[in-house]
C-alpha cells in the first residue's frame, strides 16, 4: 500500500513513540459526546449509506482513501474505523495496520467480499482486525458489531485510564517512599550524631573539657590488660595544682575555674597525641602515657610542670604551680597498684616543697 511520505514519516515517529513506552496523545472528542465512527471506502454510496444508518447513534466521518482516512484519525479521536478491503493502492488490512500507530485503541472492522476471506483471516491473527463483515452487510448486523466494537472501544480506553491512574499512585508511592526513606536516613543520621555527641559528652569534664574521671578509669584499666597481655610500657602522671583552696578562698571560685581551665589547656598542650590527659578529681590531673617508660615519662612530666608556670594570671603576681608523681607499670601491676604509686610520688613531691616532679618505681616503693 503506497502512503503519502508525509504520512509515512509520522507514522514511523508514532512507532518509535510507541516503542519508547510513549502513550498515544489524546485527540478531541465530539462536540455533543457522541462515539465517532470513520467510514473508508472508495465509492461515496458507500459511506453514505453507512453514515445513514447509524448517524443517529454516532458521529460519522468518512474518507475515499487511506492517506485522508490517516489523516482523519491523526486529528480526531475515533472509536471505530470501518474500512473496505479491496481500494486503490492497497487494501483495508494494510490500513488498518498503519492506523494501529496513530490509533491503537480504536477498534477496527473490514468490509470484505468472500473472495479476500483469507487475507482477512490473517489480518484477524495479526491482531489488526477486530471484525469483519462481509459483502452484502445486513444494516442490523452492521449496527450489532457497531455496538460491539464501540464496546471494546471503551473497555480499552477505561483500562488504560485505570492502568494511568495505577502507574501515576505507583509513581506517587515510590516518591513517598523515597522522601521517607530519605527523612529516615537524616532521622537516623541525626540520632546517630546525637549518640555521639552524649557519648562524647558523657567522657569529658564539663569545666575543662579533659577526659573525666569515669573514662580515664576505663582507659586506664584497657592500657593495664594491654600492658599485661604484650608488655608494652605504660606509665601514669599525677599531677596536683599547689594550694589551690588559697585561690578559691582568697579570689572566689570564678578564679578557680579560670586556673582550673587554663591548667588543663597547658596540660593538654604538652601532651602527646597518644597520651591521654585527664581531670582526676578536684584540683588533680591524671596522665597516661601508653608506650612510654619511666625516663621519657619524668621528661614529659617536667615539660608540664614548666607550663603550668608560664600559665598567664591576671589575679596574683605569683604563678600556678603544681606537684607531679610519676610511676610506670611493672609486672604484677594492678590499676589500683599503678595509681596508688604515682599518687605516693605526688605526695613526695608536695612534701618536698612541691613546683616539681618525682619518681617513683617499684623497688622504691617495696624499699
Known amino acids: 500500500m503506497t502512503l503519502n511520505p508525509a504520512f509515512a514519516a509520522k507514522?514511523?515517529?508514532?512507532?518509535?513513540?510507541?516503542?519508547?513506552?510513549?502513550?498515544?496523545?489524546?485527540?478531541?472528542?465530539?462536540?455533543?459526546?457522541?462515539?465517532?465512527?470513520?467510514v473508508v471506502d472508495d465509492e461515496p454510496e458507500i459511506t453514505r449509506s453507512v453514515a445513514e444508518l447509524v448517524e443517529r447513534d454516532y458521529e460519522v466521518l468518512t474518507a475515499g482513501s487511506a492517506d485522508e482516512a490517516l489523516a482523519l484519525l491523526e486529528s480526531n479521536s475515533v472509536a471505530v474505523?470501518?474500512?473496505?478491503?479491496?481500494?486503490?493502492?492497497?487494501?483495508?488490512?494494510?490500513?488498518?495496520?498503519r492506523s494501529l500507530d496513530i490509533a491503537p485503541?480504536?477498534?477496527?472492522i473490514l468490509f470484505t467480499g468472500y473472495s479476500d476471506i483469507t487475507a482477512v483471516i490473517d489480518a484477524v491473527n495479526e491482531g489488526q482486525v477486530y471484525h469483519y463483515l462481509t459483502k452484502p452487510w445486513r444494516p442490523e448486523e452492521l449496527k450489532v458489531v457497531l455496538s460491539q466494537g464501540l464496546e471494546r472501544y471503551q473497555l480499552v480506553r477505561e483500562n488504560r485510564r485505570l492502568l494511568d491512574e495505577l502507574t501515576q499512585a505507583n509513581e506517587d508511592l515510590e516518591i513517598r517512599v523515597q522522601e521517607r526513606t530519605l527523612r529516615l536516613r537524616e532521622q537516623n543520621k541525626a540520632l546517630r550524631e546525637a549518640r555521639e555527641r552524649i557519648?562524647?559528652?558523657?567522657?569529658?569534664?564539663?569545666?575543662?573539657?579533659?577526659?573525666?574521671?569515669r573514662w580515664l578509669d576505663e582507659v586506664l584499666r584497657l592500657e593495664v590488660e594491654r600492658s599485661k597481655r604484650?608488655?608494652?610500657?605504660?606509665?601514669?602522671?599525677?599531677?596536683?595544682?599547689?594550694?589551690?583552696k588559697?585561690?578559691?578562698?582568697?579570689?572566689?571560685?570564678?578564679?578557680?575555674?579560670?586556673?582550673?581551665?587554663?591548667?588543663?589547656?597547658?596540660?593538654?598542650?604538652?601532651?602527646?597525641?597518644?597520651?591521654?590527659?585527664?581531670?582526676?578529681?578536684?584540683e588533680e590531673f591524671l596522665v597516661l602515657l601508653p608506650n612510654t617508660g619511666l625516663e621519657q615519662a619524668l621528661v614529659l612530666a617536667e615539660r608540664m610542670r614548666a607550663g603550668l608556670r608560664q600559665m598567664p594570671v591576671t589575679f596574683r603576681p605569683e604563678p600556678v604551680t603544681g606537684s607531679f608523681g610519676?610511676?610506670?607499670?611493672?609486672?604484677?601491676?594492678?590499676?589500683?597498684?599503678?595509681?596508688?604509686?604515682a599518687d605516693e610520688a605526688?605526695?613526695?613531691?608536695?612534701?618536698?616543697?612541691?613546683?616539681?616532679?618525682?619518681?617513683?618505681?617499684?623497688?622504691?616503693?617495696?624499699?
Do not use: C
Open 81 to 97: 474505523i470501518l474500512t473496505d478491503q479491496r481500494m486503490p493502492g492497497g487494501t483495508g488490512a494494510e490500513l488498518l495496520s
Open 326 to 341: 610519676v610511676t610506670q607499670w611493672v609486672h604484677g601491676d594492678t590499676v589500683a597498684s599503678l595509681a596508688d604509686r
Open 230 to 244: 604484650y608488655g608494652a610500657p605504660l606509665s601514669l602522671i599525677m599531677a596536683d595544682l599547689d594550694h589551690f
Open 246 to 282: 588559697a585561690v578559691n578562698d582568697s579570689f572566689g571560685h570564678a578564679a578557680g575555674d579560670q586556673v582550673l581551665k587554663a591548667a588543663a589547656e597547658a596540660l593538654q598542650g604538652a601532651a602527646r597525641m597518644t597520651d591521654v590527659v585527664g581531670r582526676y578529681g578536684g
Open 199 to 213: 557519648e562524647q559528652l558523657s567522657r569529658r569534664d564539663s569545666l575543662t573539657g579533659l577526659t573525666n574521671r
Open 346 to 367: 605526688l605526695y613526695e613531691a608536695k612534701r618536698e616543697g612541691r613546683d616539681r616532679v618525682v619518681g617513683h618505681d617499684k623497688e622504691q616503693s617495696d624499699d
Open 11 to 38: 507514522l514511523e515517529q508514532r512507532k518509535v513513540g510507541r516503542r519508547a513506552g510513549g502513550a498515544p496523545p489524546e485527540r478531541p472528542l465530539t462536540p455533543d459526546r457522541r462515539p465517532r465512527v470513520l
Open 105 to 108: 485503541e480504536t477498534t477496527r
